[in-house]
């Protein structure tokens, strides 16, 4: 056993980090749960019983085959999707504390490998319990708790290993920085605890007076099919459920945004999304707090020389953090691919449909991925994480839903492939896997967009896009074929065709952000984007812990940023 060991001082080159089999081994847990949060969203409107009868839905096609006997209740995509947003938020902050933990320390030794060891193991058991949401809301079920448990426990062992060295090591910033990441990491699990509380509150007892909008398509819908649409409206009327009646007469298909299980309640009428929002709460209190910091040192000048960067921080190795955050969008595809492999071959009627879809879904992929590399810097010299603090901080939240968009991206395509045709293209059903699909992959651009401007400067990259006339053109098509790919949603056709035409938007877009990074450049950076270069482009020169890049000063505002507790760290005027 040994304390671990700071990897670098302020001001001196850093070394070379790479990722070691513990953090390959890692990873390889988030493919897992990639499939685990794919099967939560399918579950929540695809597969699963709307109350008619039928587990897979009277159009899902060969899906209704995929399913077991028992399936879940339908509660809709906007539910499913929020509760993988909590989850996945979740599931990615005990990644982004060890990577973060890796970047800035040293601790190989046994007793810290044993720590992680244990680590992992309450990771897996999360990712175990990531279930469909009907089973979180069960009236004899746990909630939340098999879930959270597991987090909690993650959690408990980085306090333990942020006392060790806030009270054993004699480094003042190593003692601040961890004695820092004790206070977020209480206030992160505080968010835990409630969110518990809540979803045990949230479940809706067998006597509840609400049980009949809490039981929702299950009792609309049921009533809808078995004595017509009329009947099953007066039944959801009944027994107060707005959300039944309208399950009862619309062929059992949940809607688009179908709110049944966001009104489940309890003796008291707690809402059941209140638990995904805290789940939220919980996953993004370091970034808050990291963003009171920076502001905090804005409201108390006088304070700045007790909160200099050499005082409360320890670096982080920027060059590490933007290699692992490629390795985690590549598992975020994974699946994806996978599922084009080992897609069911499909009848001679549906074949045509089929393939195309698979073509269409790996064109996709590879634009998904593609925009990705050549958006982001490859070195810390043009990385927002060394320019600004509000922007790393900012660049961390927003790195959180492009995965989560990318996994939802190839979360429609695998639905995609497995019902290709369907027999009602007007059903909410397929309205809905429509949304998924164009929703999230528009979604993925917008934070793309969003990320681009922080590595440069917010201001630099708009002054530079409105006052450029090729620069504005690009910007509005990308905006413009965004909107088209939105509006498409609403458009009745068959999955296959749908997909296929989101490829052409995602395409058109790809080769706009390909003009805009690789011909006309990024404002303020040079070099170290893909298009210039990329992970194996020629980067000969040490960057320095504390230098900041383009030439800029350090004592302006433009001042080297690096990771205090966990998440990207900025430094203003060296304050906290």
Same mark, same amino acid.
Request: contains cysteine.
């Given at each position: 056993? %040994?304390?671990?060991?700071?990897?670098?001082?302020?001001?001196?080159?850093?070394?070379?980090?790479?990722?070691?089999?513990?953090?390959?081994?890692?990873?390889?847990?988030?493919?897992?749960?990639?499939?685990?949060?794919?099967?939560?969203?399918?579950?929540?409107?695809?597969?699963?019983?709307?109350?008619?009868?039928?587990?897979?839905?009277?159009?899902?096609?060969? *899906?209704?085959?995929?399913? +077991?006997?028992?399936?879940?209740?339908?509660?809709?995509?906007?539910? $499913?999707?929020?509760?993988?947003?909590?989850?996945?938020?979740?599931?990615?902050?005990?990644?982004?504390?060890?990577?973060?933990?890796?970047?800035?320390?040293?601790?190989?030794? /046994?007793?810290?490998?044993?720590? !992680?060891?244990?680590?992992?193991?309450?990771?897996?058991?999360?990712?175990?319990?990531?279930?469909?949401?009907?089973?979180?809301?069960?009236?004899?079920? /746990?909630?939340?708790?098999?879930?959270?448990?597991?987090?909690?426990?993650?959690?408990?062992?980085? =306090?333990?290993?942020? =006392?060790?060295?806030?009270?054993?090591?004699?480094?003042?910033?190593? %003692?601040?920085?961890?004695?820092?990441?004790?206070?977020?990491?209480?206030?992160?699990?505080?968010?835990?605890? *409630?969110?518990?509380?809540?979803?045990?509150?949230?479940?809706?007892?067998?006597?509840? *007076?609400?049980?009949?909008?809490?039981?929702?398509?299950?009792?609309?819908?049921?009533?809808?099919?078995?004595?017509?649409?009329?009947?099953?409206?007066?039944?959801?009327?009944?027994?107060?459920? +707005?959300?039944?009646?309208?399950?009862?007469?619309?062929?059992?298909?949940?809607?688009?945004?179908?709110?049944?299980?966001?009104?489940?309640?309890?003796?008291?009428?707690?809402?059941?999304?209140?638990?995904?929002? =805290?789940?939220?709460?919980? #996953?993004?209190?370091?970034?808050?707090?990291?963003?009171?910091?920076?502001?905090?040192? %804005?409201?108390?000048? +006088?304070?700045?020389? /007790?909160?200099?960067?050499?005082?409360?921080? &320890?670096?982080?190795?920027?060059?590490?953090?933007?290699?692992?955050?490629?390795?985690?969008?590549?598992?975020?595809?994974?699946?994806?691919?996978?599922?084009?492999?080992?897609?069911?071959?499909?009848?001679?009627?549906?074949?045509? #449909?089929?393939?195309?879809?698979?073509?269409?879904?790996?064109?996709?992929?590879?634009?998904?991925?593609?925009?990705?590399?050549?958006?982001?810097?490859? @070195?810390?010299?043009?990385? #927002?994480? %060394?320019?600004?603090? *509000?922007?790393?901080?900012?660049?961390?939240?927003?790195?959180?839903?492009?995965?989560?968009?990318? =996994?939802?991206? $190839?979360?429609?395509?695998?639905?995609?492939?497995?019902?290709?045709?369907?027999?009602?293209?007007?059903?909410?059903?397929?309205?809905?896997?429509?949304?998924?699909?164009?929703?999230?992959?528009?979604?993925?651009?917008?934070?793309?967009?969003?990320?681009?401007?922080?590595?440069? $400067? &917010?201001?630099?990259?708009?002054?530079?896009?409105?006052?450029?006339?090729?620069?504005?053109?690009?910007?509005?098509?990308?905006?413009?074929?965004?909107?088209?790919?939105?509006?498409?949603?609403?458009?009745?056709?068959?999955?296959?065709?749908?997909?296929? &035409?989101?490829?052409?938007?995602?395409?058109?877009?790809?080769?706009?952000?390909?003009?805009?990074?690789?011909?006309?450049?990024?404002?303020?950076?040079?070099?170290?984007?893909?298009?210039?270069?990329? @992970?194996?482009?020629?980067?000969?020169?040490?960057?320095?812990?504390?230098?900041?890049?383009? $030439?800029?000063?350090?004592? !302006?505002?433009?001042?080297?940023?690096?990771?205090?507790?966990?998440?990207?760290?900025?430094?203003?005027?060296?304050?906290?």
């Amino acid at each position: 056993y %040994r304390l671990p060991n700071q990897r670098h001082k302020w001001g001196r080159p850093q070394y070379a980090l790479h990722a070691s089999w513990c953090d390959l081994f890692f990873d390889l847990i988030y493919v897992g749960v990639a499939f685990q949060l794919g099967a939560l969203i399918k579950y929540s409107f695809f597969s699963c019983d709307d109350g008619s009868g039928n587990g897979s839905g009277s159009d899902s096609g060969s *899906a209704g085959r995929r399913l +077991a006997a028992s399936t879940p209740e339908c509660v809709g995509l906007g539910t $499913g999707l929020l509760y993988s947003a909590a989850i996945f938020a979740m599931m990615i902050l005990m990644w982004t504390i060890d990577m973060f933990f890796t970047a800035k320390f040293e601790a190989s030794d /046994l007793g810290h490998r044993l720590l !992680t060891i244990v680590q992992y193991l309450a990771v897996i058991v999360a990712a175990g319990n990531i279930r469909p949401v009907t089973m979180y809301l069960e009236e004899e079920g /746990l909630g939340l708790i098999p879930f959270i448990v597991p987090f909690i426990v993650n959690m408990c062992v980085w =306090l333990v290993r942020a =006392l060790e060295i806030d009270v054993c090591s004699p480094s003042e910033p190593m %003692r601040r920085g961890m004695s820092q990441m004790v206070v977020d990491l209480l206030g992160s699990l505080c968010f835990a605890v *409630a969110a518990i509380v809540v979803s045990m509150d949230a479940i809706p007892p067998a006597t509840s *007076a609400v049980s009949g909008s809490a039981s929702g398509s299950a009792s609309g819908s049921a009533s809808g099919s078995a004595s017509g649409s009329a009947s099953g409206s007066a039944s959801g009327s009944a027994s107060g459920s +707005a959300s039944g009646s309208a399950s009862g007469s619309s062929s059992g298909s949940a809607s688009v945004w179908d709110s049944t299980s966001l009104i489940i309640a309890g003796d008291d009428l707690t809402p059941s999304w209140l638990a995904p929002v =805290l789940m939220l709460l919980c #996953a993004h209190w370091y970034s808050l707090r990291l963003l009171w910091r920076f502001f905090r040192a %804005r409201l108390v000048p +006088a304070a700045n020389e /007790l909160w200099t960067k050499e005082r409360c921080r &320890v670096p982080l190795n920027i060059e590490f953090m933007i290699h692992r955050n490629n390795e985690f969008m590549m598992l975020m595809l994974g699946e994806t691919v996978l599922q084009l492999i080992i897609a069911d071959r499909p009848s001679d009627d549906d074949a045509p #449909a089929h393939y195309g879809a698979v073509v269409a879904g790996f064109v996709t992929i590879v634009t998904v991925l593609h925009s990705y590399q050549i958006s982001e810097p490859h @070195h810390a010299d043009g990385h #927002a994480a %060394r320019r600004h603090a *509000a922007a790393g901080i900012v660049y961390t939240m927003c790195m959180c839903y492009r995965a989560l968009s990318t =996994l939802v991206v $190839g979360v429609g395509i695998k639905l995609v492939l497995y019902a290709p045709v369907v027999e009602s293209p007007e059903s909410p059903r397929a309205e809905s896997h429509r949304w998924l699909l164009g929703g999230s992959l528009v979604t993925c651009v917008v934070v793309q967009m969003a990320m681009l401007p922080l590595h440069a $400067g &917010v201001r630099q990259h708009f002054v530079a896009t409105f006052t450029q006339a090729k620069r504005a053109c690009v910007f509005f098509l990308r905006l413009g074929i965004l909107g088209a790919m939105l509006g498409m949603c609403v458009v009745p056709m068959q999955p296959w065709l749908f997909t296929v &035409v989101q490829t052409c938007g995602a395409s058109m877009h790809w080769v706009l952000l390909y003009v805009e990074v690789s011909v006309l450049g990024v404002p303020g950076v040079h070099g170290t984007h893909g298009g210039h270069g990329g @992970h194996d482009g020629a980067h000969t020169h040490q960057h320095l812990a504390g230098d900041a890049s383009n $030439g800029v000063s350090t004592t !302006t505002h433009q001042e080297v940023i690096e990771v205090s507790v966990l998440p990207l760290v900025g430094d203003a005027d060296k304050r906290m």
